[in-house]
């Protein structure tokens, strides 16, 4: 089964839970770019990133992988730092080698949901991120 979201569907959620615009596009079968604003020195730049769903393990765990310089790495990791002290921060682990894992379990409306369905793969298409599953019987 699969559950489709549009790139314009996830970027409203987006602004509406984090109150931050964040342009999303395809960048491949398993990636995605994300572009966000910095202000620096009286000017803004556009910074981007790919975001790549690596693997998905049978607790339903995201493990993503994310490209970028040094510059890249520590936005990631001054953004997941302030994430941390956010409702569901609890659910990001900032691994080595620019991997994040998402820990779905541990919120408990996911948790309840993956009592009910194997998360199979995250994927996307020109249009779509595209989640697909299977029920438990």
Same mark, same amino acid.
């Given at each position: ?16 839970? /984090? !109150? ?5 596009m395809y ?17 803004? /730049? ?28 520590y936005m ?11 409702? !569901? ?17 541990k919120n ?30």
């Amino acid at each position: 089964m699969q559950f489709r979201l549009t790139y314009q569907e996830i970027s409203d959620l987006i602004e509406r839970k /984090a !109150g931050r615009r964040l342009p999303i596009m395809y960048g491949g079968p398993h990636t995605v770019r994300i572009s966000y604003d910095v202000n620096v020195l009286f000017k803004t /730049a556009s910074v981007g990133l790919d975001l790549t769903v690596d693997e998905i393990d049978q607790a339903g765990n995201i493990f993503l992988s994310y490209n970028g310089g040094a510059g890249i790495d520590y936005m990631v990791k001054m953004a997941l730092n302030q994430a941390k002290n956010q409702q !569901g921060g609890d659910m990001i682990e900032l691994l080595s080698d620019n991997r994040i894992m998402l820990q779905l379990s541990k919120n408990a409306q996911a948790g309840s949901l993956f009592s009910h369905i194997t998360l199979k793969d995250i994927c996307f298409d020109e249009q779509f991120a595209i989640i697909e599953f299977e029920p438990k019987l």
